[in-house]
């Protein structure tokens, strides 16, 4: 049998990552074609096939492609450490960080502060993904994850620190906020995102207050913050975040009660490299000076 070599196991690692081929292509940079080429031929070389497609599209690795997958993981955690090596001589920091956030929070509040932390850190990259979905940290969609909640599963390797509370308060443009508020729509989450705390204190509030909910659904912070700066309505909005949009007044003191915490989330392998841990550390003392500073 030919040798396989590590590019042709990034292509299984993509699939169970990705779940489909074009998921797995984008990871990748190539084509659908290629990516299935590439398996194919991967299987024909182990003289079993790596994956089956599943009745909704999906593709499943087969027992083999697990195991395959499970090893190339290896591999790819112990060149990170090489890569990491050979450049330790340069710049210890070099290297690449991707971190997934909600959109609210990687719009808002990492991306304006990014900046200084670059500054002093030329050598490092960082790849900023704004995404509400929870991206497997297990599974290297991202090396570090900023979450509004308390993990539930994820694992004994993934690390997890509360760093921050997020307070929030009902919000609406200035303009409007200076009316009666009490005729302004709330602006309400979809049902999808129907559990999310701030989601919830708008129902209660609107039913609480005999108040309209408005017509229009969001899936969002990042959605609502917008809607609120348009004047389409009022939404429950992280302090933080509408203090610093011009546009924005409060109308509320804020509660104690309206608080949702931020978790900071890591692979512990993917810790002891420098330039992941010291981004981490980075974002713990961030959001340790906002809260600080509320």
Do not use: C
């Not at 030919?2 to 990552?17: G, H, M, Y």
């Amino acid at each position: 049998m030919q040798q396989s070599k590590w590019d042709d196991l990034r292509f299984v690692l993509a699939i169970q990552r990705g779940k489909n081929l074009a998921a797995a292509a984008r990871r990748l940079g190539v084509n659908k074609t290629t990516v299935s080429r590439r398996l194919d031929a991967l299987g024909a070389l182990l003289g079993q096939p790596i994956y089956e497609r599943l009745s909704d599209g999906t593709l499943r690795l087969t027992t083999i492609g697990e195991g395959v997958a499970h090893q190339a993981s290896l591999v790819e955690h112990h060149i990170g450490l090489i890569e990491q090596k050979l450049t330790t001589d340069h710049d210890p920091f070099s290297g690449r960080v991707r971190i997934t956030a909600t959109p609210i929070v990687a719009n808002r509040i990492l991306l304006p502060r990014l900046d200084p932390f670059l500054t002093e850190y030329p050598s490092l990259r960082i790849d900023l993904v704004p995404e509400g979905r929870n991206l497997s940290l297990t599974d290297r969609e991202a090396d570090l994850a900023l979450r509004l909640e308390r993990p539930k599963f994820g694992g004994a390797k993934i690390k997890a620190r509360r760093i921050a509370d997020i307070a929030y308060a009902p919000f609406a443009r200035r303009d409007k906020a200076h009316e009666d508020p009490g005729t302004l729509p709330w602006i309400a989450y979809d049902t999808s995102m129907a559990h999310l705390l701030q989601a919830r204190w708008v129902v209660k509030a609107a039913r609480d207050r005999g108040e309209s909910l408005s017509p229009l659904r969001v899936a969002d912070g990042e959605a609502a913050l917008e809607a609120v700066r348009m004047g389409l309505g009022k939404s429950y909005l992280p302090i933080l975040v509408a203090q610093a949009t011009e546009e924005l007044e409060s109308l509320e003191p804020p509660e104690p009660e309206k608080i949702r915490e931020l978790w900071l989330l890591a692979h512990e392998t993917q810790l002891r490299l420098s330039h992941v841990r010291v981004t981490a550390d980075w974002l713990n003392r961030l959001f340790g000076t906002l809260s600080a500073g509320m």
